[in-house]
């Protein structure tokens, strides 16, 4: 048996404790490099089955960015974990695990180059390019940037942070982030193709709402065009044409037996005709009666006066000239219960036409001496057309009519201030 002096035993002792303390150490780091993998493959693997596949079965964004941000918080053992968004030229804040306020970081075209070129890095980086990073995470915590990009794009930044084991944050948070902040960078960019593709489709919708109420409205100028061009030739040639029937059955009777009277009825017959032709071409390139828009109302009532028969007295003292849709109405308006009471009111009836301007309004009557209406006449669309025409000018129709007292056609229509 060899005989160990004092000196070598305290070397084997010593060599010994060294090896045992060497192997004991050697189990330690294995044990935590197993657990550091084990939650990093638990972090990986939830990123590819449970972030991905929910993304892909298109789960709100929001509610899966919040999840992979607390996640990331829970298997790095991190004291806080944050996304930063590109939003424009700005990158916010938009989801901090503990929660917190930060002033969103304007980003320059080279900054966000840098931050896009940029691997995973850590707090020289961050205090070098996006210091606002690093509010209210001490000097002494470890810190981890990732940049978040897909197709070229910046979209966002994941941030870590931890205080304990600060020095060993790059090892273990690395790779996650990595895997991490690609399929954030796919999940945000579908999202953001998503949106563009959701504003294209509402701008396509209110087109397609635009185009609609345009036909609608087309559709309703054409029936008002229709209406207008209706109304005109009732209430213009129509009455022409029915003036020179009247008068041409008094021809018929009057006959050869008063050459004279003849004569003038024959002469006034062609007049009217020529009248009638120069209506119609007016209508036709939809001007109003020339008289009317040449010299005004008092003028072109004066000549519908003189037109019907018998002839109607005209008062109209005082008035000026008006807007073109107030004059049409009332002239148009006139015309019809001029001829109405010369339809209607019979042969020997009193015919008078009255329009004054009171206060702000013009005001006009045509009243004859006729029979007034008959129950169980049929309406035509004269009535009807008056209506319409003031109605559109706001203004308003009102008949009195009785056997004794004939019939009181009154009508206003409100003026504009100046
Ligand atoms: N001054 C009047 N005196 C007696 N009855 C009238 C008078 N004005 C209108 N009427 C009656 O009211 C009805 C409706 O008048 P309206 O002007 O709408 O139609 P119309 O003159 O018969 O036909 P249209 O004007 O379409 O040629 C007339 O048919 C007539 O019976
Ligand atoms: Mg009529």
Redesign the pocket.
């Known amino acids: 048996v060899p005989r160990l002096d004092p000196v070598g035993l305290a070397l084997v002792v010593v060599l010994g404790s060294l090896a045992l303390s060497a192997v004991a150490a050697g189990a330690l780091s294995a044990r935590a490099r197993r657990r550091r993998s084990a939650a990093s493959l638990q972090a990986i693997d939830f990123v590819r089955t449970s972030f991905t596949s929910r993304m892909v079965r298109a789960e709100p964004l929001e509610a899966l960015l919040r999840e992979v941000v607390e996640a990331l918080r829970d298997f790095l053992s991190l004291d806080a974990a944050e996304l930063w968004i590109v939003e424009g030229s700005q990158l916010r804040l938009h989801i901090a695990d503990p929660p917190r306020e930060a002033p969103p970081v304007t980003l320059s075209p080279g900054l966000e180059t840098v931050i896009l070129n940029a691997r995973v890095s850590g707090r020289p980086w961050a205090q070098t390019w996006i210091p606002g990073l690093l509010a209210s995470k001490p000097d002494a915590w470890g810190l981890r940037v990732a940049p978040v990009s897909h197709a070229g794009k910046l979209l966002a930044i994941l941030v870590t942070a931890r205080h304990h084991r600060a020095d060993r944050l790059a090892d273990e948070a690395d790779e996650i982030l990595d895997e991490l902040a690609r399929e954030v960078g796919v999940g945000l960019y579908r999202a953001g193709l998503d949106r563009a593709l959701q504003a294209t489709l509402e701008q396509l919708r209110r087109q397609a709402g635009e185009l609609q109420a345009s036909r609608a409205r087309l559709v309703a100028a054409a029936d008002a065009e229709r209406r207008r061009i209706e109304r005109n030739l ?1 209430d213009g040639i ?1 009455q022409y044409l029915l003036s020179v029937s009247v008068k041409a059955r008094l021809v018929e009777r009057v006959g050869t037996s008063d050459r004279e009277a003849t004569n003038k009825l024959l002469g006034e017959l062609v007049d009217e005709i020529q009248s009638a032709l120069v209506e119609l071409r007016a209508l036709g390139h939809g001007i109003y009666p020339p008289l009317l828009s040449s010299s005004g109302l008092r003028d072109a009532l004066s000549a519908a006066c003189r037109r019907v028969t018998p002839p109607a007295e005209l008062e109209a003292d005082g008035l000026g000239r008006y807007p073109v849709e107030v004059e049409s109405a009332v002239y148009f308006c006139c015309v ?2 001029l ?3 010369a ?3 019979g042969p020997v009836a009193r015919v008078s036409l009255s329009l004054r301007e009171i206060g702000k309004r013009l005001q006009f009557e045509i009243s ?1 001496s ?5 129950v169980g ?8 057309n008056m209506r319409d025409r003031l109605g559109a000018v706001g203004g308003s129709l009102a008949i009195e ?1 009785s056997p004794a007292r ?2 009181v ?1 009154r009508g206003e229509v409100p003026l504009p201030a100046s």
Do not use: C, M
Not at 370 to 374: A, D, I, V
Not at 377 to 384: D, I, R
């Open positions: 009732h129509q019809e219960a001829q109405n009471a339809k209607h009111a004859d006729g029979p007034g209406f008959q006449q049929g309406a035509g669309a004269g009535l009807a009519s004939g019939t056609v």
